[in-house]
């Protein structure tokens, strides 16, 4: 149940009865910076999760991660418009608000910001941020603009909330090492934190994506997981890493998943490696289709 104190704040009680610290969830910029300098003028470490929303148990982990490096944890929940691409589903991405504020009170979250569209994207943007190198690959290269969006969302996000903390998960490990690489040249006084993917117990990654599957391709879905850990064995024991990914490819294909990529890179410049070297960090990635979900993972390991 929602109280309303203001236009743009949102006052949860839990539905058990039990009453919990209520969260405000801040509409505007304005409030949200409002509510965050009065935690900070107290003295708060402040730790921040950045969501689209659809908050399953990945997101959980998130929060309680966040936990552990901050007095308070703001969590952001927009769908952010410019990430995705013209034939992506951005009209359709879930959006479940209610029960996002809700689950986000039961993790001990006291601040979410929650903003309509025009608060940060009041008109046409002139200025752009345009990524290099470490968007070549993965899914970089077969979403061609997507990371443009994330450093643009992120870096306004960043600018607003003003964390000390900012907690990532793995299962978007390319997203990860851009934010990093952003934090550093662009000076944010911001540790950023991986937080582990979390997984359902047959190994499929948990997503928001996840809803979109049927009962059928959630049997299928696991697969990816299962195909990344047996092309990391035959990478570490020294297989070709091209017949490697060709065949895991085709036996992925041949189960009925369609392969986006999969993709052996370092994890430095994220650029493809042919060959592990000693003490050099690298990711397996890959993404497929099952009808209307795309699903992404990945695994990292050192040479």
């Known amino acids: 149940m929602w109280r309303l104190s203001m236009?743009?704040?949102?006052?949860?009680?839990?539905?058990?009865?039990?009453l919990l610290m209520p969260i405000i969830a801040a509409r505007t910029i304005d409030r949200i910076r409002e509510e965050i300098e009065a935690l900070k003028r107290e003295g708060k470490r402040i730790a921040f999760v950045p969501t689209m929303g659809a908050l399953h148990e990945g997101h959980t982990s998130l929060i309680q991660k966040a936990h552990q490096f901050a007095d308070e944890v703001v969590v952001s929940i927009f769908v952010n418009p410019t990430q995705f691409g013209p034939n992506e589903d951005y009209s359709k991405y879930p959006r479940t608000i209610e029960e996002d504020l809700q689950r986000c009170e039961e993790q001990g979250v006291k601040l979410a910001f929650c903003p309509d569209t025009d608060q940060l994207y009041k008109k046409e943007s002139l200025i752009q941020l345009n990524l290099k190198t470490l968007g070549d690959h993965l899914c970089g290269r077969t979403r061609p603009g997507h990371f443009n969006g994330v450093i643009q969302i992120v870096n306004k996000l960043f600018n607003i909330v003003k964390p000390q903390v900012a907690v990532f998960g793995q299962k978007?490990?390319?997203q990860f090492r851009i934010l990093e690489q952003m934090v550093q040249e662009f000076n944010h006084d911001i540790q950023i934190v991986m937080a582990e993917t979390m997984r359902a117990a047959d190994g499929l990654a948990l997503?928001?994506?996840?809803?979109y599957l049927t009962t059928e391709e959630r049997v299928l879905a696991?697969?990816?997981?299962?195909?990344?850990?047996?092309?990391?064995?035959?990478?570490?024991?020294?297989?070709p890493v091209s017949e490697t990914l060709k065949t895991a490819i085709n036996d992925l294909e041949k189960a009925g998943l369609q392969v986006d990529y999969l993709e052996f890179?370092?994890?430095d410049d994220l650029q493809p490696a042919t060959k592990l070297k000693h003490k050099e960090d690298y990711i397996l990635a890959g993404a497929v289709f099952l009808s209307k979900a795309r699903l992404i993972d990945n695994v990292m390991f050192r040479g």
């Open 207 to 211: 997503s928001s994506r996840n809803r």
């Open 265 to 267: 890179v370092r994890y």
């Open 222 to 239: 696991p697969l990816l997981y299962q195909t990344l850990l047996w092309c990391r064995t035959e990478i570490v024991e020294r297989n």
């Open 172 to 174: 978007d490990i390319q």
């Open 7 to 18: 236009p743009d704040i949102f006052l949860s009680l839990c539905i058990t009865n039990k």
